[in-house]
């Protein structure tokens, strides 16, 4: 009985430490094996150490239903996006996703939205939450970044809605980084 009493113990205490550091979560679309700990190569720009994080952590989800409303819509949203850049040459947008992403556009979409689950999942998670007050700083800074002559000048050209899941990805994206582990 002792034996079987301590080895329940174990399992339970394994369980509970499995959940705390957030081994596994899931929304229905998605699937995040692990997000902490993330392995990456810290080598390399800013924008190259970043692109690693999110490599990483999408090659630890698994899809389990994408929805194709929203891929659709991504999809379009990126052929529309890249048609202004190609407005003026021979390409198509799908060929110049291709030739930047080595993807179709649809490829990209589906890999955006990944991205887009499992950052609100790690968020909610891990209570990265962004607050109005934050918010407005931050809107306020990025406007001054840019150039730009207030926070509301620069929340009407992008619209809010985009600003805010920017501002929370890069929320999580500095979490991610900052429980990443170099792998060189």
Same mark, same amino acid.
């Given at each position: ?5 301590k080895?329940? /113990?174990? %399992?339970?205490?394994?369980? %509970? =430490?499995?959940?705390? /550091? ?13 997000? *902490?700990?993330?392995? +990456? ?11 690693n ?7 630890? /989800?698994?899809? +389990?239903?994408?929805?194709?409303? %929203? ?6 949203? =990126?052929? @529309?996006?890249?048609?202004?850049? @190609? ?9 110049? +996703? ?5 993807m ?15 950052? %609100? ?14 918010y ?10 840019k ?8 929340? *009407? ?8 899941? @920017?501002? =929370? ?16």
């Amino acid at each position: 009985m002792r034996k079987f009493l301590k080895l329940s /113990c174990a %399992a339970l205490l394994i369980a %509970a =430490l499995v959940a705390a /550091c957030g081994r596994e979560l899931s929304d229905g679309h998605i699937r995040i094996s692990s997000y *902490k700990n993330l392995s +990456i190569d810290g080598a390399g720009s800013a924008g190259e150490v970043e692109e690693n994080v999110w490599d990483a952590l999408i090659s630890n /989800c698994t899809v +389990i239903s994408m929805p194709e409303e %929203a891929l659709s819509a991504e999809t379009e949203k =990126l052929e @529309t996006q890249y048609g202004y850049v @190609t407005y003026m040459s021979d390409r198509t947008a799908g060929e110049l +996703i291709e030739e930047l992403y080595g993807m179709s556009p649809r490829e990209l979409a589906e890999k955006r939205l990944i991205k887009a689950y499992a950052v %609100a999942l790690i968020a909610e998670k891990e209570g990265l939450t962004l607050s109005e007050e934050e918010y407005r700083e931050l809107l306020d800074t990025r406007a001054a970044e840019k150039g730009v002559e207030s926070g509301e000048a620069y929340e *009407k050209m992008f619209g809010a809605e985009e600003l805010r899941e @920017t501002f =929370l990805r890069e929320r999580v994206l500095e979490f991610l980084l900052d429980h990443a582990k170099n792998s060189k």
